[in-house]
């Protein structure tokens, strides 16, 4: 018998929304340990989704996401992109993931997914091994929105405590707290609440997945970006031996609008006047950084609002196509 049930893909990554902790109130040690439950073993604690979904479910890799980085992205990337061209039924793909770089990772496949479907990302703030763990309402509430015919065309998005947020802004702003994905200023984009609707109230306007002009397939490996922080007193120490190590791309975490220690912002300067695209962004955790003369003519690129360590993954697939500043400039206008 067939069922009518959209079909989601799920895809496991690892992270704490499949960790094992050594007893029912931690939820500090269990990164420690390294364990992990399989995504089968997940989804037998939440039969709930068997009335909203046919899953079908996989494990690519099972690590923390701290150890997750540009070859997990391309994997995931060329795996979600190969899903959705073979499984044409698939109402949408939801993905397991940690939530240490989950933001990260929601970005870059937000810029390089190639579908209009559902794509959504979950992880949880306590194992489920922990009382009052939030990994099953999160697994449960990922395969409703890939399910969810209201999800599609939006990029990639994030739903954990009930919120859905656009991969392009979310960012974990607490470090234990189960409330701790927030997308600023931005607001979030609509909530998966216990009535069962997925519920929407905005929609992302930059471009994403079907209007991105990136295209990871095939590739093995990004261009190296790194990222300086500043603060009071900060020279051109870090700067220079990015510079020196060849980096591809530079992003700088500045003060507020985008200032800078005088010694570190020449540092940033001689980088660019050598050849080494400079995206100023802020440390700040809300709002743009724009351009002005001073910047413009020193040859900076500037981030807009997003995050450093999103204008990174910006920087990272910009210079996979272009190294001119004008037309990486135009990418952090667009995306
Ligand atoms: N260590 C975990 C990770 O994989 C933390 C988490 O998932 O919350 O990122």
């Known amino acids: 018998m067939t069922s009518s049930l959209p079909r989601v893909r799920l895809i496991a990554t690892g992270g704490s929304i499949a960790g094992v902790g050594p007893h029912r109130l931690d939820y500090i040690l269990y990164p420690e340990l390294g364990k992990h439950i399989t995504i089968e073993e997940s989804l037998a604690r939440v039969p709930e989704v068997n009335e909203i ?31 959705f061209r073979e499984d044409t039924e698939a109402a949408g ?27 959504v990302i979950t992880g949880a703030m306590r194992p489920p091994t922990a009382l009052s763990t939030d ?69 992302p306007t930059r471009k994403h997945t079907t209007r991105s002009e990136f295209d990871v397939s095939g590739r093995d490996s990004l261009p190296r970006v790194d990222i300086v922080y500043a603060y009071a007193g900060a020279d051109g120490m870090l700067i220079d031996a990015v510079r020196r190590n060849g980096s591809d791309g530079l992003v700088v975490a500045g003060f507020g609008g985008g200032t800078f220690p005088p010694v ?23 709002g743009r950084v724009i351009m002005t003369p001073q910047k413009q003519d020193a040859g900076f690129i500037v981030s807009d609002n997003l995050l450093p360590q999103k204008a ?11 190294r001119d500043r004008e037309e990486l400039q135009r990418m952090f206008r667009e995306y």
């Open 53 to 83: 979904a046919q899953v079908q479910a996989e494990n690519l890799i099972s690590v923390g996401s701290t150890a997750v980085g540009p070859p997990e992205w391309l994997a995931m990337a060329n795996r979600i992109n190969q899903i």
């Open 93 to 119: 793909v939801a993905m397991t993931h940690g939530t240490a770089t989950l933001e990260e990772t929601a970005y870059f496949l937000h810029l390089t997914v190639k579908s209009d479907k559902p794509m």
């Open 135 to 203: 990994a099953d309402i999160n697994l449960l509430d990922a395969v409703r929105i890939a399910a969810s015919s209201h999800a599609g065309g939006m990029g990639v998005l994030t739903v954990l405590n009930n919120e859905i947020s656009s991969a392009r802004d979310v960012v974990k702003t607490s470090t234990f707290r189960v409330q701790t994905f927030k997308p600023g200023d931005l607001g979030f984009l609509g909530y998966a609440d216990s009535e069962g609707e997925v519920l929407f109230y905005r929609a």
């Open 264 to 286: 570190f912002i020449e540092a940033a300067a001689q980088a660019a006047r050598d050849g080494i695209p400079v995206v100023l962004a802020s440390r700040s955790t809300t």
């Open 312 to 322: 990174r993954i910006l920087l990272m697939l910009g210079l996979s196509v272009t």
